[in-house]
Structure formats: C-alpha cells, structure tokens
C-alpha cells in the first residue's frame, strides 16, 4: 500500500524529456548553480548583519540546506518527475498548495536568475550592468536550448574555472593576511541574533541550487539512485568553498579591508596579486554565468510540469520534437527574468529570491512529513530532519523580515 502510493501518479503525463544526465553531469548542474552569485553577491549584505559571526551564519544556512537537501532527496528519489517541489507538493498536500510550490519557485528562481545577470553586468561593465546583463540572458537561453548535455559541458568548464579561481582567492589572500603585520579593526564588531538569522536567509540562497536537480528530475538516468547521490556530492563541495571564502572575508574585515558590493573583488585588489584579481573578475562572470543557465532551465521546467499538468496554460507544455526541451516554457523564463532586470535592483532581487526559496523548501518538509505518515514507512530521522527543516526555513524568514 506504502510503495505504490510513492511511485509516480498513474495520471501524472510520462516523461516526454531525454534521459540524458549521469552522476558527473547532475553534479555539474548542482555545482554550477550554487557557485554562482551567492559566493560573489551575498558577503557585504550578510557581513553587515552577522560581523564577526559571518561564518556561523554560513554554517547554519548550511545546516539548513542540508535539512532541506535531506527532505527533497527522499523526495525526488520516489518522484522523478520534472517539477520538483511543485510535483510533490501536489501529490501529498493537494493541488492548491503544488500550484503555490510552484508559483513561489519560479518567482523566487526568476529572482535569483536576474540577480545572475546584473551580478555579472556589475562585475563586467558597471557603468552598463542592466545593458549587460540583458545579454547575459539572450546568451544563456541560447546555450540552454542547444540541449541539456551540451550545456552540462559548458556548466563543466565553468566550475573548473571558477574553483581554480576560489581556490587562488582564498590561498592568496589567506596567506598575506597569515603573514602581513596588519591592524585589526572590524567594520562590524558584532550581530543581534536576528542579524545573524537574516544573515543565514540571505547565504542560503547561494546554497540553494542543488534543486536544479530535482527538476531535472525527467532527464537523469537512474533518478532513484543518482538524484540523492548528486546532491549530497554537490552540496559537500560547495559547503566547503562557502566556509573557506567566509573565513577570508570576516579576516579582511579585521583586517581592514573596505568591502563593497563586489566583496571578492575589493578584498583580491587589497591581498592578492593581479593575476587573482583577474581570475576573480572572470570567475564571477563565468559562475553567475552557469547560474543563470541553470535558473532558466530550472524555472523554464516548472513551468513545462505545471503547463503538462494544467495549472499553467498549455501552450508552454511543448517540448520539441527532436531536442525533447521545453523551449517555449525556457523562453518565458527568459523574457521573465529580463522584465526583472529592468525594473528592479541586485538588492531586491536577492531578497525576493530568499524569501521564496525558503518558502518553497518549508512545502518540501511538510511533504516530506506526510511521506513519513503514508503506512508507517519512512524512517523516523526523516521526520526530524523535516521537522528541523521547517523550523529553519521559518527561523531564516523572521531574520529576514527583521532586516526588512
């Protein structure tokens, strides 16, 4: 009775995209959408609030990440499904509340896409960072509609590049300020707990791309086994790239160091040579670059499950006949996070993106613990962690609402 109420719903459409994504693959598109704007945006916004407790407001959006990364595992693995939380929300808390899952994801997704592009318009040109980032946008529905394998290559290459990048960050940097004679005087001595909560709310959106992978749930070979294992691996990783730049950021802080929106960037031209400046300036556009490819591909899915199952208009539930990709879902996604870009700001946008992921992963615990009452089955950690999980997401909101 258990098992047949977790396969996939007999009235559910069959999957109509290529399963084309392996482990290495889906590890790429978790990676890639995680290293991306956070690791470059989110470190003056959340040192102002946390101060010196940067790095223990990273390790709770961590904690919660992988609460979160617990429950949508268990998730996904039964549901392959492309839509991710929106298909589980639907099949165990009802319609209505799979449609606000869906809803809050392809807002706060939307956001976090725009956030990419003026992320690398600021980095590239910031005299003409809408005019770039709208560039970006046309750039990446172009690479993304050539074929999801072909762009897991490129995904690839970018996170090569960028943790080579990190990596030279985060030793230059380190190493001048282990060895430099320096004075240490703090811009931000302390943090109120709220602070340090909304400093939690607004890391955690760099850590949310690991749900990339659930809703290219239809294209992954072997979804039961790869999807846990590629987003356990994906967020390992990048948990610890996250720990290691927050150590550099709080010590450049204490030491001084004025830091600006483009928080790598001020901090590389004050430590590290040159050559890591350069590297900073190009990994940033590369990672917010694989970002925003794998938001549109992300969000332009939601869209394809939601039109398949009529809670969208039809017309975006085509996928091409050949490619088997959803372009017309792929291109609202796109023309969506433009209008973004032009009407808002990287502030906005990286706030709005907070605080729906995080509404959108308190629907996957509540989920996750119905799952755990269907016939007694699932394991009573599982309850725990979406317990824990829910309380999180809520803790992250309130220290957001605060900052606002």
């Known amino acids: 009775m258990g098992k047949s109420h977790f396969e996939q719903n007999p009235s559910d459409p069959p999957s109509r995209l290529q399963r084309s994504l392996g482990l290495g693959s889906a590890v790429v598109v978790g990676v890639s959408a995680m290293v991306g704007t956070g690791v470059f945006a989110v470190w003056q916004g959340a040192l102002e609030r946390s101060g010196r407790w940067l790095v223990a407001a990273v390790v709770l959006a961590a904690v919660v990440a992988a609460l979160n990364a617990t429950s949508t595992a268990r ?16 099949i165990y808390l009802g319609r209505p509340v799979g449609v606000v899952a869906g809803v809050v994801f392809i807002v706060g997704k939307t956001a976090s896409a725009s956030a990419a592009a003026l992320t690398i318009g600021l980095y590239v040109w910031p005299q003409s960072a809408t005019e770039v980032a709208l560039g970006a946008i046309a750039i990446a529905l172009l690479v993304n509609i050539r074929g999801v394998v072909r762009s897991t290559r490129v995904a690839a290459v970018m996170v090569i590049v960028v943790g080579i990048a990190l990596g030279a960050f985060v030793i230059s940097s380190g190493l001048t300020l282990a060895t430099r004679s320096v004075e240490f005087s703090p811009s931000a001595p302390g943090a109120e707990p709220t602070g340090i909560l ?25 979804p039961r086994r790869t999807i846990p294992r590629a987003i356990a691996v994906s967020f390992a990783i990048v948990m610890f790239a996250y720990v290691l730049v927050a150590v550099v950021v709080v010590s450049a802080d204490r030491a001084g160091v ?68 959803p372009i017309r879902a792929e291109v609202a996604a796109a023309l969506a996070t433009t209008v973004l870009v032009i009407a808002g700001g990287l502030t906005l946008a990286l706030a709005v993106s907070a605080a729906m992921i995080l509404t959108y992963y308190s629907i996957a615990h509540l989920s996750a613990l119905r799952v755990a009452g269907v016939g007694g089955s699932a394991s009573w950690a599982g309850r725990v962690a979406a317990v824990l999980g829910l309380v999180g997401c809520v803790g992250l909101v309130v220290g957001l609402l605060s900052w606002a």
């Open 75 to 90: 998730l996904a693995a039964r549901h392959p499904e492309a839509g991710g939380v929106y298909a589980y929300g639907r």
């Open 198 to 222: 909304a400093a939690a709310g607004l890391v955690f959106v760099a850590f949310a791309g690991y749900a990339r992978i659930t809703v290219l749930g239809e294209e992954v070979k072997n």
């Open 258 to 325: 004025a830091i600006g929106s483009a928080a790598l960037n001020d901090i590389a031209r004050a430590l590290a040579p040159s050559w890591v400046v350069t590297m900073v300036v190009v990994g940033s556009v590369l990672a917010a670059g694989a970002v925003l490819w794998s938001l549109v591909a992300g969000v332009g899915r939601t869209v394809f499950a939601m039109a398949s199952r009529g809670d969208a208009p039809r017309f975006f539930a085509a996928a091409g006949a050949r490619s088997r990709i």
